[in-house]
């Protein structure tokens, strides 16, 4: 009995449904890791930017020279922002922290005025932060910079080490990822060997064999890739719905190029993995086929 045409057809779709499916999930896993990639770097500018010290003032600086200080010290290129803290300010803040003015039981005031400053992220190294300190204590009214070398250094070194183990990850994923979507391919073009050679037989050239088949996976690589592209920007959204502070980590820009990288990768790999395996079909001979 001769299965009818439309089961046929039915059983193609179904083949369609599952590789898209499948080919949906590999690249949903592949921009995560982009994602992760990508928001590791945006993560590590935040942290490093957030890394502060404070410049202590001298007793004689006087409240009028503090606009003066201040501006010399935002027109390096250096500084992302300051902020000064005066001596009440100080005291006011240690005694919040304490739970105790020690103000009461010294009799004065022992906090000095400073300003608290951070740096832009690619001065946050041990070398740039040396030449920076050196060069504000030659500043006038200033006393004292108060900075946390081992902490700038833990963070430096950790920083480092995850961005490799993320792009050591990123790669071996990307690979594992381009096999899954072969294998996926393969699989579907391999039931389809004998209408690849029965084309063959009736006269077609191997550009008109090829052409809905390339065709047929474009689609379904671009469709996938879309539908991760959805999945992906909804879990953001919702990340950065239950975390604002996340948006300086999880930017529309970030986003974008994971969107414009599952969209390239679904497009390529599922065009090339098509041709590859179509290609090896059209030079296979009949025999052959029967015993693979």
Same mark, same amino acid.
């Given at each position: 009995?001769?299965?009818? $045409?439309?089961?046929?057809?039915?059983?193609?779709?179904?083949?369609?449904?599952?590789?898209?499916?499948?080919?949906?999930?590999?690249?949903?896993?592949?921009?995560? +890791?982009?994602?992760? &990639?990508?928001?590791?770097?945006?993560?590590?500018?935040?942290?490093?930017?957030?890394?502060?010290?404070? &410049?202590?003032?001298?007793?004689?600086?006087?409240?009028?020279?503090?606009?003066?200080?201040?501006?010399?010290?935002? /027109?390096?290129?250096?500084?992302?922002?300051?902020?000064?803290?005066? $001596?009440?300010?100080?005291?006011?803040?240690?005694?919040?922290?304490?739970?105790?003015?020690? /103000?009461?039981?010294?009799?004065?005031?022992?906090?000095?005025?400073?300003?608290?400053?951070?740096?832009?992220?690619?001065?946050?190294?041990?070398?740039?932060?040396?030449?920076?300190?050196?060069?504000?204590?030659?500043? =006038?009214?200033?006393?004292?910079?108060?900075?946390?070398?081992?902490?700038?250094?833990? +963070? !430096?070194?950790?920083?480092?080490?995850?961005?490799?183990?993320?792009?050591?990850?990123?790669?071996?994923?990307?690979?594992?990822?381009?096999?899954?979507?072969?294998?996926?391919?393969?699989?579907?073009?391999?039931?389809?060997?004998?209408?690849?050679?029965?084309?063959?037989?009736?006269?077609?050239?191997?550009?008109?064999?090829?052409?809905?088949?390339?065709?047929? !996976?474009?689609?379904?690589?671009?469709?996938?890739? /879309?539908?991760?592209?959805?999945?992906?920007?909804?879990? =953001? !959204?919702?990340?950065?719905?239950?975390?604002?502070?996340?948006?300086? +980590? @999880?930017?529309? @820009? @970030?986003?974008?190029? &994971?969107?414009?990288?599952?969209?390239?990768?679904?497009?390529?790999?599922?065009?090339?993995?098509?041709?590859?395996?179509?290609?090896?079909?059209?030079?296979?001979?009949?025999? @052959?086929?029967?015993?693979?």
């Amino acid at each position: 009995m001769k299965p009818r $045409k439309g089961h046929i057809a039915s059983l193609f779709d179904l083949q369609s449904v599952t590789s898209g499916i499948s080919t949906t999930l590999v690249l949903l896993l592949l921009g995560m +890791v982009v994602f992760f &990639v990508l928001a590791a770097g945006n993560l590590s500018v935040y942290v490093r930017e957030r890394i502060n010290f404070s &410049v202590i003032l001298s007793d004689d600086t006087k409240e009028r020279d503090i606009p003066r200080i201040l501006k010399e010290l935002n /027109a390096q290129p250096f500084i992302r922002s300051t902020q000064y803290v005066s $001596k009440e300010q100080a005291l006011k803040e240690q005694t919040e922290a304490m739970g105790t003015d020690p /103000a009461d039981f010294l009799g004065y005031n022992p906090f000095g005025a400073s300003i608290e400053v951070k740096l832009k992220s690619e001065y946050t190294n041990t070398d740039s932060i040396a030449r920076i300190e050196e060069w504000i204590r030659e500043r =006038a009214n200033v006393r004292e910079v108060v900075y946390q070398k081992e902490l700038i250094d833990a +963070v !430096n070194d950790n920083i480092r080490s995850i961005s490799l183990l993320l792009l050591g990850l990123a790669a071996i994923l990307t690979f594992v990822s381009s096999v899954l979507i072969n294998n996926t391919i393969r699989l579907t073009i391999y039931s389809q060997r004998f209408l690849i050679h029965t084309m063959k037989l009736v006269g077609a050239s191997r550009g008109f064999i090829r052409k809905p088949f390339l065709r047929r !996976n474009f689609w379904m690589g671009l469709l996938s890739a /879309a539908l991760a592209d959805v999945v992906l920007w909804t879990a =953001a !959204n919702w990340l950065v719905g239950r975390e604002p502070e996340l948006t300086e +980590v @999880v930017t529309p @820009v @970030v986003m974008t190029q &994971v969107s414009v990288a599952v969209l390239l990768f679904g497009i390529v790999i599922t065009g090339l993995c098509a041709l590859f395996s179509i290609n090896k079909y059209l030079r296979m001979k009949a025999d @052959v086929m029967y015993h693979i």
